[in-house]
Nanobody, 121 residues
Framework: QLQASGGGLVQAGGSLRLSCASS????????MGWFRQAPGKEREFVTG????????SYADSVKGRFTISRDNAKNTVYLQMNSLKPEDTAVYYC????????????????WGQGTLVTVSS
């Protein structure tokens, strides 16, 4: 139901934009989140956005560099990543829930398959 795309290889300092498209008819009611999982590490919260786009939340590690947005007409949420660092290397997952923006992965009920972002130094 959720399809993430846009990952790839980029040099440190570069940018990427991830997209997550939903095939569901109720996308506009979802809170959406992005999580990431680096090799050997636990999955961590990156950012989230509520159904209207008026409420967002960011992990401290990405504040000022990443921006989440959504287009409910296109059933898509985006993650603009600027000033990328090697430590941003991870598989990025989009997820959806019906509640408030949350940093807890257990609050999200739908998950995309993940897209790999590799940042070279």
């Amino acid at each position: 139901q959720l399809q993430a795309s846009g990952g790839g290889l980029v040099q440190a300092g570069g940018s990427l934009r991830l997209s997550c498209a939903s095939s569901g008819r109720t996308f506009a009611t979802y809170t959406m989140g992005w999580f990431r999982q680096a090799p050997g590490k636990e999955r961590e919260f990156v950012t989230g956005i509520n159904w209207s786009g008026r409420t967002t939340s960011y992990a401290d590690s990405v504040k000022g560099r990443f921006t989440i947005s959504r287009d409910n007409a296109k059933n898509t949420v985006y993650l603009q990543m600027n000033s990328l660092k090697p430590e941003d290397t991870a598989v990025y997952y989009c997820a959806a829930n019906y509640g408030a923006v949350s940093s807890r992965s257990s609050d999200y009920i739908y998950w995309g398959q993940g897209t790999l972002v590799t940042v070279s130094s």
